[in-house]
Nanobody
């Protein structure tokens, strides 16, 4: 059974930094993409960014320039800098297979205080 386990969420002051990590287990292949989405109540999940098999990173517009993704096989991390209160959300690790099948972590809360 495939599992994505996230860690690193928490409370941080505005302007601070936080790193989230995600490790996949129960797989014997390399995911096509791994990355992060975030969601606030009543809103759709929003792309933070993802890294392809070729280690090409794509970032969401709202976080571009403030986050850095890194990937090692089926582990992915996101370092978030210059955090703003509007970055407060539940962050979800995402992995997709070559056929487009998505897998999700359970989510980790990030709260940025002003």
């Amino acid at each position: 059974q495939v599992q994505l386990v996230e860690s690193g969420g928490g409370l941080v002051q505005a302007g601070g930094s936080l790193t989230l990590s995600c490790v996949a287990s129960g797989v014997n292949f390399r995911f096509t993409t791994m990355g992060w989405f975030r969601q606030t109540p009543g809103q759709q999940r929003e792309l933070v960014g993802f890294v392809s098999r070729d280690d090409v990173a794509v970032y969401g517009d709202s976080v571009k320039g403030r986050v850095t993704l890194s990937r090692n096989n089926n582990q992915v991390s996101v370092q978030m800098d210059s955090l703003k209160p509007e970055d407060t959300a539940v962050y979800f690790c995402n992995a997709q297979t070559f056929g487009g099948e998505p897998y999700w972590g359970q989510g980790t809360q990030v709260t940025v205080s002003s």
